[in-house]
């Protein structure tokens, strides 16, 4: 492994601080999508954090292996990083009108055994980036599928984060150039730590506020 699975634990963090863990749908060195989670690492508001699990360490799912004591230890890693955070972040490219196979992977890992799983009750939000015209949106609608079969309590679609066109929308060195979409992924992590203190108290979780 010549990357670190997480760029920060969440015990690194002020224990005040909600502390998210991002992770993207591309192992692609120059990805958009690992672009936008720096950017949401650089934009995340007061009193949140954001560390960034590599699913480049994250093996093919085989039920054999889904076992105590013989789980890959990348596996145990991963679920482990999922229970400790308080908030899921995941940027998602689109392939073939879904979500990637590497990210489908990952969450079919982390959604098991039954009943045990650290991403039932999770609170979590969405975001894509693409080369192409639509945005994510499908691969996006397909990962809100999974995670309600995974028990996670997916943000409501307000704001979305659809970038289309990404090579417009950032720079050569990967930084999200567009004020627009710097806006967005801001109130999407206002958004996000807003829903979690709200299930967090048990309150009814109402729409974040329409942007456009
Ligand atoms: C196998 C494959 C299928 C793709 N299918 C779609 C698609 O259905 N819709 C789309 O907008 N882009 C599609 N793309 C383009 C990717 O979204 C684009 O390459 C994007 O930049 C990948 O995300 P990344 O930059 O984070 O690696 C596809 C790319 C690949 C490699």
Same mark, same amino acid.
């Not at 954001?50 to 991963?78: C, T, V």
């Not at 009750?121 to 996006?140: E, H, S």
């Not at 409501?156 to 060195?173: G, N, W």
């Given at each position: ?11 690194? #963090? ?38 960034? #699990? *590599? ?7 085989? $039920? ?13 890693? #991963? ?22 196979? +590497? ?10 055994? $039954? ?13 894509? $980036? ?15 599928? +999974? ?22 929308? #950032? ?6 150039? *567009? *004020? ?9 992590? +206002? ?9 967090? $108290?048990?309150?009814? +979780? ?7």
């Amino acid at each position: 492994m010549n990357t670190p699975l997480v760029t920060q634990e969440a015990d690194q #963090f002020a224990p005040q601080e909600l502390h998210v863990l991002g992770f993207a749908g591309s192992l692609r060195q120059n990805s958009y999508n690992r672009a936008l989670l720096r950017a949401a690492q650089e934009l995340m508001p007061d009193g949140m954090s954001l560390s960034i #699990f *590599d699913l480049s360490h994250i093996p093919l799912y085989n $039920a054999d292996l889904d076992q105590d004591g013989i789980r890959p230890p990348a596996i145990e890693l #991963f679920k482990q990083a999922i229970a400790k955070a308080d908030a899921l972040l995941i940027a998602t490219p689109e392939y073939n009108h879904s979500m990637p196979g +590497v990210l489908k992977n990952a969450l079919d890992w982390a959604s098991r055994p $039954a009943g045990r799983s650290p991403m039932s009750g999770k609170p979590a939000a969405m975001m894509g $980036a693409t080369g192409g015209l639509w945005g994510t949106i499908r691969a996006q609608d397909d990962l809100r599928n +999974v995670l309600t079969s995974t028990g996670s309590h997916v943000m409501l679609r307000r704001p979305e984060i659809l970038i289309a066109q990404a090579p417009q929308k #950032f720079d050569e060195q990967g930084r999200l150039t *567009d *004020d627009t979409t710097r806006t967005l992924v801001t109130q999407l992590l +206002v958004g996000l730590r807003d829903w979690t203190l709200r299930l967090r $108290a048990g309150e009814p +979780v109402p729409a974040a506020a329409p942007t456009r």
